[in-house]
């Protein structure tokens, strides 16, 4: 019977053991090269799209752009206008979005329709004018709505990773993000 005790002692001991070296294996510190990636939300109270010019303006556009970061830093905050439009020119090189345009996702609650219309674009050239934003784009899946109503402009990240994902109505088409292929 002893014996038999302590082999179940010891086996506590022993599973005791592996658990707390799976838990210390299991909680390795993020890479300190990898980069944060920001993105960013826009909020307007409606939309208006020029088809012909390949524009679309955010009326009464919250002066306030949202951003947010994924894993493992998790940041998020808000910035005026003029400092989310430095970030179209800020870094030398690609890491800029006038370098390189961002995806977006562009949710539109139209009026009259149950649920909201959202595409994929490419944007670029952002033109403020009064309280509006105007943007010429790129449609890469979808179609702009026909009318406006509340919106919100989902941006994906500056430079290579991090970006809009695979997930919501299946984005992360193009090649920037975590569903870039």
Known sequence: MKVVNKFYKFLAAFLFG????????????PPTSSK???M???????LKV????????????NQQTLYFSDRPERIAGHMKMDQ???EWSKAEGPDNFSSDPPNAILSVYEP???DNTVVVVKISHPVVDGNDILYSYKIIKGT????????????D???????????????????????AR
């Open 50 to 61: 020029d088809p012909a010019k390949n524009t679309f303006r955010l009326v009464k556009v």
């Open 18 to 29: 592996m658990a707390m070296l799976s838990t210390a294996v299991g909680q390795t510190a």
């Open 40 to 46: 960013f939300v826009q909020s307007a109270d409606d």
């Open 84 to 86: 989310y439009l430095a």
């Open 157 to 179: 990240s500056i430079g290579v990773g991090g970006g809009v994902g695979a997930g919501y109505h299946g984005v992360g088409v193009g090649g920037r993000g975590v569903g």
């Open 36 to 38: 944060t990636q920001l």
């Open 144 to 155: 702009m709505p026909g009318s406006g109503g509340p919106t919100a402009l989902f941006i």
């Open 112 to 114: 009259g329709k149950n």
